[in-house]
């Protein structure tokens, strides 16, 4: 028998970028599998994996949970982004979304392990945490998620749990690089800031998937009630943005002054209360000229070395990239300040 056995997996958030990869992951080892998302899958050959559903509604969590009888939950809905910057409520559904269901993971039985999806973003640049529970967020988005651990450590959970804090990961589904970043190079209008040594946590996302996937599988006790890191090692971001220009433009990158960079980010930002799209803004700015050390000694030491080089990642994100990416679409956001909620 595989190290999966008799494994059902449900993933909350499985149209999303992450949520993408994990189900092909598990397609292709012949697991059982259910994806919630409101959203339809990115993959429109998950869509039979997909059943829509609101984390927000515990009713129809529990008919979900109760059809389908997960072993294994991989709950990674969200809202990721960072736009809404004073009202925390703006992301509910990170905080109260996991706390309904956790409440609903308890009245199952059949659960053995759920891995709830935190973020990097709960300690701000430069701040290396003491402790799984040293805190310093610098967004209200950190802060939900302050708010989602604190209510996993407090949900009395009797099956094994682990938080997850997701580095800035790339790779194939990536919609966000797509548009962000491949397309302007592609059209030689990438210039990166300045040639500083800018340390940043990145990660590839098929390695992720396999960090996961070692959670999932490993011993109770080398997983259970602890907080890890996923991602790979921190690097100087140009050696990426080398490989990721060699390997897509067969180009090196172009440098410009880190000043010119920052007048041309206020720029965007002026763009973007406007909604017109522009390449760079303060926030991408920041993210391109700070470290970011996050740290992935424990990971290793817990799971091992994850097996996908950076020259690799980068192939297989091109491919994908290459091969009619432009015709996928991401999906809604939804205002959950404006919904009437169903609680547990």
Same mark, same amino acid.
């Given at each position: ?9 449900? =993933?909350?958030?499985?149209? %999303? ?5 994990? !189900? ?71 905080? +109260? %979304?996991?706390? @309904? ?5 308890? $009245? ?5 392990? @759920? =891995? ?5 973003? !709960?300690? $701000? ?39 997850? &804090? ?32 800018? /340390?940043?946590?990145? %990660? ?16 109770? #006790?080398? =997983? ?17 943005? #080398?490989? /990721? ?10 440098? @410009?002054?880190?000043?010119? /960079? ?7 930002? !002026?763009?973007? /209360?406007? &909604? ?16 970011? @050390?996050?740290?992935?000694? &424990?990971?290793? +030491? ?9 020259? $690799?990642? =980068? ?10 990416? #432009? ?18």
């Amino acid at each position: 028998m595989s190290a999966h056995g008799t494994m059902r997996l449900l =993933i909350t958030g499985g149209s %999303g970028f992450i949520g993408t990869n994990l !189900v092909q992951y598990y397609l292709e080892r012949g697991v059982a599998l259910l994806n919630l998302d409101w959203n339809a899958p990115l993959n429109p050959a998950h869509s039979a994996t997909w059943r829509e559903c609101d984390l927000m509604n515990a009713d129809a969590l529990r008919v979900a949970f109760k059809d389908f009888a997960p072993t294994h939950v991989v709950h990674l809905a969200a809202r990721t982004d960072t736009d809404e910057p004073v009202d925390v409520d703006a992301y509910r559904q990170n905080h +109260e %979304g996991t706390r @309904i269901l956790l409440a609903v993971v308890k $009245e199952r039985t059949s659960v053995e392990r @759920i =891995i709830v999806t935190s973020t990097q973003f !709960v300690c $701000e640049a430069g701040y290396q945490p003491k402790h799984d529970q040293d805190y310093k967020p610098f967004t209200v988005y950190g802060e939900s998620k302050r708010l989602t651990e604190q209510v996993t450590r407090d949900a009395g959970l009797t099956c094994a749990w682990a938080l997850i &804090r997701p580095t800035t990961i790339w790779g194939p589904w990536s919609l966000r690089y797509r548009d962000v970043m491949f397309k302007v190079m592609r059209k030689g209008l990438y210039f990166h800031p300045g040639r500083k040594k800018v /340390v940043r946590s990145y %990660g590839y996302v098929g390695n992720v998937v396999w960090q996961i996937d070692r959670m999932l599988t490993a011993p109770r #006790e080398v =997983i259970d009630g602890r907080v890890f890191y996923v991602g790979d090692q921190p690097i100087d971001l140009k050696v990426w943005v #080398e490989a /990721v220009s060699k390997q897509l433009v067969g180009k090196p990158v172009r440098y @410009i002054p880190t000043w010119l /960079v920052k007048v041309l980010a206020l720029c965007g930002d !002026v763009l973007k /209360v406007v &909604r017109l799209p522009f390449p760079i803004t303060s926030g991408r700015y920041r993210s391109m000229t700070t470290d970011y @050390i996050t740290p992935m000694d &424990r990971t290793i +030491e817990a799971l091992g070395e994850a097996p996908f080089g950076m020259d $690799e990642g =980068i192939r297989e994100t091109i491919r994908w990239y290459d091969a009619g990416s #432009e015709r996928f679409h991401a999906g809604t956001k939804k205002d959950v300040r404006a919904l009437i909620t169903t609680q547990v």
